[in-house]
C-alpha cells in the first residue's frame, strides 16, 4: 500500500510539474502547437503588410494589413482611436474572445506588438508564433495566397491599462528600488549616441539587454542586411537555458519594467520573460519617445539631437534629389 501511494505522489508530482511549464511556457508557440491550435479552431492573425501576406501566409490566416502601421499614430506611435481600432477587428472577424494565434516573420517584434494589442483590448487567449511564416514555410506546411473572407464579428475592446506602465508611473518606478527596469534598445541607443527623440540616453538604473539578445544570433538582422547570410534562422529565440542565463541577474519575483524606443521591441522581451516565470512585467508604452521627450524626466548618458547638423543632412539630401531628377529630364529629353 505504501508502495502504491509513492508510486501515485512521484506520479502526481510529475503531473504538476508537466502542468506548471506548460502554462509558464504556453504564450510561445512551436510549428506542431501552431498547428494543433489551428485544428481547435483558433483564429491566426498575420500582423505583415498586405503585399507579404497575399505573397503567402498561413491557410485561414486574417490580415488587417501591418499592424505597426495600421493600429498606431504615425508621429506619436500611439494606438489609434479605440473605436477604430475594433472596427477593424470586427470588421475582419477578429474576435479577442476567441483562442488567437499572432505571427509575422521570424522573430519581428511586430507579431509581438499584436500580442500585445490583443492582451491590451482584453484578449485572455492569445499566444505567438515566433518562427512565423518563414517557420510555417521550412517546415514544408500548405501556404495559401488567396484572401479568405472570416465572419464579421461585434465585440468590444476596453483597453487594460493596468497591463501598461504611463509616463507619470514611471517617473515614480524609476525612484524605486524595489522595480528591475530593462532596456530593450541598441547599445548605441542606450549609450545616447543614437538620439531618436529630443534626448538620447537611458532612464537611470536601467539595463541594457538589447532584444535580439533573445534571438540564437543576435547579429542575424545586420548580416542579413550585409549579405553575410541567406536565411533569418538565426532569428529563432534561445532555449529556455540559454535565456534563464541571459536574464540571470534580474530577479523573477520583483516588478519588472521594459521599454525601448515606442513599446514594440519591448513587447517581445516581456513575453520572453513572462515565459521564463517572471511574475510582475510591464511595458512601458511611451518607452524612450515619452521619456526622451520629457525634459523634465532624468536621464542617463544625456546627449541632445542637433537638429542644426540634421536639417544640414537633410538639405543635402534633398540637394542630391534635386539634381538626380534634373539629370533624369535631361537624359529622357
Not at 482611436?81 to 488567437?100: H, P, V, Y
Request: glycine share 6%; hydrophobic share 40%; charged share 20%.
Amino acid at each position: 500500500m505504501n508502495q502504491f501511494i509513492k508510486k501515485l505522489f512521484l506520479i502526481s508530482a510529475a503531473l504538476i510539474s508537466v502542468s506548471a511549464y506548460a502554462q509558464k511556457n504556453d504564450a510561445i508557440l512551436n510549428t506542431a502547437q501552431v498547428q494543433q491550435a489551428i485544428a481547435r479552431g483558433a483564429i491566426v492573425w498575420d500582423v505583415r503588410d498586405e503585399k507579404s501576406f497575399l505573397e503567402g501566409h498561413i491557410p485561414g490566416a486574417i490580415n488587417i494589413g501591418e499592424v505597426g502601421s495600421v493600429l498606431r499614430d504615425p508621429n506619436k506611435e500611439d494606438y489609434i482611436a479605440t473605436e477604430k481600432i475594433q472596427k477593424m477587428f470586427n470588421d475582419a472577424g477578429l474576435s479577442i474572445n476567441r483562442d488567437i494565434v499572432v505571427y509575422g516573420a521570424r522573430g519581428n517584434p511586430y507579431a509581438y506588438f499584436g500580442l500585445y494589442t490583443i492582451q491590451y483590448f482584453g484578449g485572455k487567449q492569445a499566444q505567438i508564433y515566433h518562427d512565423g511564416f518563414d517557420g510555417w514555410k521550412s517546415a514544408g506546411l500548405p501556404i495559401q495566397q488567396e484572401r479568405q473572407t472570416s465572419a464579421p464579428v461585434s465585440v468590444t475592446l476596453v483597453p487594460q491599462t493596468q497591463l501598461v506602465v504611463s509616463n507619470e508611473e514611471m517617473i515614480k518606478l524609476a525612484q524605486s528600488k524595489s522595480v528591475q527596469i530593462v532596456d530593450v534598445r541598441t547599445p548605441d541607443e542606450y549609450s545616447g549616441k543614437d538620439v531618436r527623440a529630443i534626448r538620447g540616453g537611458h532612464i537611470p538604473n536601467s539595463v541594457n539587454i538589447p532584444f535580439e539578445d533573445n534571438w540564437q544570433d543576435p547579429a542575424t538582422a545586420i548580416k542579413l542586411s550585409k549579405k553575410q547570410l541567406t536565411d533569418n534562422s538565426g532569428m529563432s529565440l534561445k532555449n529556455e537555458a540559454d535565456l534563464k542565463k541571459l536574464y540571470a541577474k534580474l530577479d523573477p519575483d520583483k516588478e519588472t519594467v521594459v521599454y525601448c524606443q515606442s513599446g514594440v521591441r519591448a513587447a517581445e522581451t516581456a513575453v520572453v520573460l513572462k515565459n521564463l516565470g517572471f511574475k510582475k512585467v510591464k511595458v512601458y508604452d511611451s518607452s524612450w519617445l515619452g521619456w526622451g521627450n520629457n525634459l523634465q524626466a532624468p536621464v542617463a548618458d544625456e546627449s541632445f539631437l542637433n537638429v542644426g547638423a540634421l536639417n544640414a543632412k537633410m538639405s543635402a539630401m534633398q540637394n542630391k534629389i534635386n539634381q538626380l531628377e534634373e539629370a533624369l529630364k535631361a537624359k529622357s529629353n
